[in-house]
Nanobody, 124 residues
Framework: QVQLVESGGGLVQAGGSLRLSCAASGRTFSRYAMGWFRQAPGKEREFVAGISWRGGSTRYADSVKGRFTISKDNAKNTMYLQMNSLKPEDTAVYVC?????????????????WGQGTQVTVSS
């Protein structure tokens, strides 16, 4: 079992920054890939970014490349998403997820565990 809890969401103006955190507990944190997804009202959930178990490999959606940075601290059992140059279209509920079947990021896999999500709202 893996428990995931997100934090760090909020309201920010366009062009601003936020850093999301995802604290994990349960199964050994460092042994599986993790990722961030988001879901905006009326839209399907989409992959945002993912990171391998050692943190050496990352993947991003084209829409966030160059603006978002994913990282993890295995000693703290925490994953982060640094979001810069935020746009109104980034407004969504951001959810972290864990894929215990892979050590590298496979965005299309069936992710095993999900957090509850944190709201990010970007005003224009």
């Amino acid at each position: 079992q893996v428990q995931l809890v997100e934090s760090g969401g909020g309201l920010v103006q366009a062009g601003g920054s936020l850093r999301l955190s995802c604290a994990a507990s349960g199964r050994t944190f460092s042994r599986y890939a993790m990722g961030w997804f988001r879901q905006a009202p009326g839209k399907e959930r989409e992959f945002v970014a993912g990171i391998s178990w050692r943190g050496g490999s990352t993947r991003y959606a084209d829409s966030v490349k160059g603006r978002f940075t994913i990282s993890k601290d295995n000693a703290k059992n925490t994953m982060y998403l640094q979001m810069n140059s935020l746009k109104p279209e980034d407004t969504a509920v951001y959810v972290c997820a864990a894929d215990i079947s892979h050590s590298i990021v496979v965005p299309t896999t069936t992710w095993d565990y999900w957090g509850q999500g944190t709201q990010v709202t970007v005003s224009s």
